[in-house]
């Protein structure tokens, strides 16, 4: 089968990763998982690059210096800048703290080992358990496989096959007239596309976070992965 994504067109899209190490896992899992349109890659690159920060980022920033960040971020858990000062500086204090209790994580250290991971963030124990039933892998045992570039990609591509996510960003009847009136790529995209990356990011994220720069990074992708 053709490549699906070269370290060439990675290297535009993502210049601060090391594409031509990442690239042959993203083709390797993208035609595994039946990603295999332009319109397919173009969508799951532009989320998997606004997770991770145009894939230099496998797991949550969890250390923080600045008072008053922790209780911008999470208003519920910080009530004052005196509450925060023991997080300040401690990513695995901060992990239990924000995740413990909750999305499966019930012993005192669950927080910081099931936190974010992978490029599309995986959070918590129960997410990490449906993760280890996509891939056979056992990342609950062993979450630290979620933050290696290889199963990341693995994750990433597993994710969006069992949510059904090509068929979301299919092609959908009725946009052929706006394909032909329409010449500008970008224009084109945010026209034709915008609803599906609207729900691939709901699917994602549960709800609408970062859909701007999701959307910016679609339609870079879509200079690169054109139909």
Known sequence: MPTLISAAQLRPFATNCDYTALAPMLDREAQRCEISTPRR???WLAHLH??????????????????GRLKATWPTRF??????????????????????GRMGNSEPNDGWLYRGGAWIQLTGKDNYRRASAWTGLDLVKSP???RTPSVACVIAADFWR???????????AGEAEITAKVADVAERIKLTEGDDLRQGTDEINGGLNGVEDRMRQLIRAGAIWSD
């Open 144 to 146: 630290e496989l979620a």
């Open 162 to 172: 069992v949510e059904g996510l090509n068929a979301i960003v299919d092609v959908d």
């Open 79 to 100: 009530k004052t800048l005196e509450a925060e000062a023991p997080y300040l500086r401690n990513p695995q204090a901060l992990a239990n703290k924000v995740y413990g």
């Open 41 to 43: 890659i173009r969508h």
């Open 50 to 67: 606004h997770e991770s920060q145009g894939f230099t980022r496998l797991e949550e920033g969890l250390f923080y210096k600045t008072p």
